[in-house]
């Protein structure tokens, strides 16, 4: 009897994983849109030639949609400039840009989904801030936070398109994979973000 109560017993461990794997595979791949504009490339990554955290991403043709890569809320929105903290990490997405350039199409207090279209931009640069609090209780943008990492560790890409010519050979182009200079720690301080729960798919972020 105790012999058959073994053979009957369930794999909850492999279904719990394989549920979670599925899971992750979902948040991925349910919006099309899961990056930052729709047909874009990245002209700079963040602390090429000097200490500046962000990075510059351009469209390949006059305005492209610009994208929420997260779910959260607008806690900024202006002409050209955009400040966005999503819902599950204490981060402060950053997006600025000449107004000529960086059509913003949100307002303060809203809610944006994960692929939602928040503007137009032809040109535009993307920071990623730690949120901290001051001692009087306001929100503070803290340490910098290496941006196209940030995505990648969310699942999320620099641009929905690909055109597969090499525009670019910035390190920060690589989407899934990536290997960040040392040089970005090192000497301006910016860090690598942590593990999210898309840490299941086949991301990798180094630093080299």
Known sequence: MAEGSKKNKHPYGAMFWG????AAAFRALYRPWRALVNDGFPQRCSGDGSCDPSMTVSSYSGQTEVYAPVRGVVAVAAPGSLLIIPDDQAVVLEYRGDPAAFLVQMHSGD???AGQQVGLASAFTFAVW?????TAGAPV???AIEPASWLTTHGARISAHNH???TTQAWC?????LVVPQTVASQCGTTLPAPSGYALLPLSVTMS
């Open 19 to 22: 549920a979670v794997g599925l």
């Open 173 to 177: 182009a690589g989407n899934r994979t």
């Open 130 to 134: 730690t949120l901290t609090r001051s």
């Open 141 to 143: 943008m803290g340490a």
């Open 164 to 166: 597969g010519d090499t």
């Open 111 to 113: 809610t944006v989904g």
